[in-house]
């Protein structure tokens, strides 16, 4: 065959390539973003042994409602643990009484998620940790992220904080300093 016959044939590998890691990409239980902002490898018996250190700091975990409470303005959600795995999808702890299958809690302002969370069966949380504690040992954090997965495909949903005063610049600043400057800045 010569140069130019393989040309196609190299072509279509290519973008064949690129298809498939565009694909792969796109695929991620958690989006760049939060991965990139969290905390590596952080777990629920060190985020419990060492709040103080992770306070205002993004964690992800993985969990399972266990129960929720209102108040006027948020809801409060009781997550029993499940270590995420190397996609971010929630499993059941290795031990089941083990330090890694204790609960946390998460809030998250009233109404702003969807309906069909409650028919979540495990959830992957990414949340900024507020520093606090509910029945002494179940950190509590301030939801920003979280996918759900139901029982069936119907009953996933995905749901994130959305601050519309936030207005995000460029990375390294502004190349035109002349533009207005929104509250982001």
């Given at each position: ?6 040309l ?35 777990t629920?018996?060190?985020?419990v ?9 993004m964690?992800?975990?993985?969990g ?13 959600l009781r997550?029993?643990?499940r270590p995420l ?7 059941l ?27 979540w069966?495990r ?42 005063n936030y ?19």
């Amino acid at each position: 065959m010569t140069t130019y016959g393989q040309l196609p044939r190299r072509l279509f590998c290519l973008l064949l390539a690129i298809s498939l890691t565009l694909a792969a990409a796109g695929c991620s239980n958690v989006p760049r973003r939060y991965v990139r902002m969290a905390e590596r490898d952080v777990t629920l018996t060190g985020l419990v042994a060492s709040l103080e250190k992770y306070q205002g700091k993004m964690v992800l975990l993985g969990g399972t409602l266990i129960e929720e409470e209102a108040n006027e303005e948020y809801i409060w959600l009781r997550l029993k643990n499940r270590p995420l795995d190397q996609n971010y999808t929630p499993h059941l702890p290795a031990e089941p009484s083990g330090p890694e299958a204790g609960f946390y809690w998460v809030t998250v302002e009233k109404n702003k998620l969807p309906q069909t969370y409650r028919s979540w069966a495990r959830m992957t949380v990414a949340g900024r940790v507020t520093g606090t504690t509910r029945f002494e040992t179940e950190p509590v954090l301030a939801l920003v992220y979280v996918r759900g997965w139901g029982i069936d495909g119907k009953h996933h949903g995905v749901w994130e904080h959305i601050d519309p005063n936030y207005v995000p610049g460029p990375p390294g600043g502004s190349r035109y300093p002349n533009l207005p400057r929104g509250p982001g800045y």
